[in-house]
């Protein structure tokens, strides 16, 4: 049985990432979404198992303590990480994997998991950026503010990503993501092995 891949988005806060992810999730229920670790307090709608599992501090520490990730890091004022034991199961089965991470915990695993496919997400612009996350509602202004630095600042890390993906309308997102994900399983090392000789 083919082994499933992992793919990787990535890009500034309020870009589209959860909204595409989980329009990628209902278009093909095999895909599986590894549910993050965070010490941020959950937003209205988002439930404990589902979005993340939300962690306290303490807790976070003892996850890091016992190896449970795959990578983590911290982003404005919160500590992220990814459950390492639930990603490799889902692969293991042959399911491909999403992660919608940032920039640091994308570098990490590339360094230990070359084969994973970093693809970036960005905003058809600023302005527009700017509108979602301001219209999402969900942070207060001085976090919108520092949450849009941190987007520019690593808009540089885009090009050595392998795929970039401008999210214009959702549907368009998904589809060239599909594509993505498609094409990538048609790359020789993944199909050699399939052949008998
Ligand atoms: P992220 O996960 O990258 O922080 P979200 O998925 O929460 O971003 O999206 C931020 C806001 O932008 C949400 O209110 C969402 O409904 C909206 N949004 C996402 N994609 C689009 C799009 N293609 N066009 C217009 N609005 C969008
Ligand atoms: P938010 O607070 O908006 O849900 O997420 C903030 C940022 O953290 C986003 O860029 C998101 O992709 C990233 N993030 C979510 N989960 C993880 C994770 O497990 N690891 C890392 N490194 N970043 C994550």
């Known amino acids: 049985m083919r082994r499933g891949k992992m793919f990787i988005i990535c890009g500034p806060s309020g870009v589209g990432k959860g909204t595409v992810a989980g329009a990628l999730m209902a278009r093909d229920p095999d895909l599986y979404f590894s ?32 190896d449970q990730f795959l990578e983590h890091a911290a982003y404005v004022g919160n500590r992220y990480g990814t459950p390492k034991k639930f990603v490799d199961e889902a692969m293991e089965q042959g399911r491909d994997v999403l992660l919608d991470i940032e920039i ?3 570098a990490q695993i590339h360094e230990k998991r070359p084969d994973a496919v970093r693809i ?20 207060s202004i001085e976090k919108v503010r520092s949450r ?6 690593e808009f540089n890390a885009a090009k050595d990503f392998d795929y970039f993906v401008i999210n214009d309308t959702v549907d368009h997102a998904v589809e060239e993501i ?6 990538e399983h048609c790359r020789p090392a993944e199909r050699i092995g399939m052949i008998d000789r």
């Open 148 to 153: 849009l630095a941190r987007g520019k600042e």
């Open 120 to 139: 970036y997400i960005a905003p058809p612009s600023w302005e527009e950026l700017e509108r979602r996350l301001l219209g999402r509602g969900t942070e």
């Open 178 to 183: 599909q594509a993505i994900m498609t094409a």
């Open 104 to 106: 640091q915990g994308a």
């Open 35 to 66: 549910v993050s670790a965070t010490t941020r307090t959950p937003r209205p709608g988002e439930s404990d198992g589902v979005h993340y599992h939300f962690l306290t501090m303490e807790q976070f520490e003892t996850w890091i303590a016992e």
